[in-house]
């Protein structure tokens, strides 16, 4: 079982920056591809960023590549999500989520096995 706990939204305006924080349980944290995904009232669960349990290996949302980083800390069992130059489009609740058994298409929701609550970013014009 493994548990995800997202903290960092918030309400910012256009042009601001925000890091979002995902701590997971488990031992091996380090073997997961971790995901984040956001979802807009009214729209489905779409895909943000994703990072291989390397480290290295990232996937993006095309509107958002450029603008938004993944990372994570195995040490801390945390993975982040940097969002710079947010825009209002940007505005949803944010998932975090674990692919523990690491399946090549990271892309789409049916990969992830466990998601946290979600918390809210609001980015106002």
């Known amino acids: 079982q493994v548990q995800l706990v997202e903290t960092g939204g918030g309400l910012v305006q256009a042009g601001d920056s925000l890091r979002l924080s995902c701590a997971a349980s488990?031992?091996?944290?380090?073997?997961?591809?971790m995901g984040w995904f956001r979802q807009a009232p009214g729209k489905e669960r779409e895909f943000v960023a994703a990072i291989k349990w390397n480290g290295v290996n990232t996937q993006y949302k095309d509107s958002v590549e450029g603008r938004f980083t993944i990372s994570r800390d195995s040490a801390k069992n945390t993975v982040y999500l940097q969002m710079n130059s947010l825009k209002p489009e940007d505005t949803a609740v944010y998932y975090c989520?674990?692919?523990?058994?690491?399946?090549?298409?990271?892309?789409?929701?049916?990969?992830?096995?466990?998601w946290g609550q979600g918390t809210q970013v609001t980015v106002s014009s």
């Open positions: 488990g031992r091996t944290f380090g073997s997961y591809t």
């Open positions: 989520a674990a692919d523990t058994f690491n399946k090549p298409n990271t892309v789409i929701v049916e990969t992830y096995d466990y």
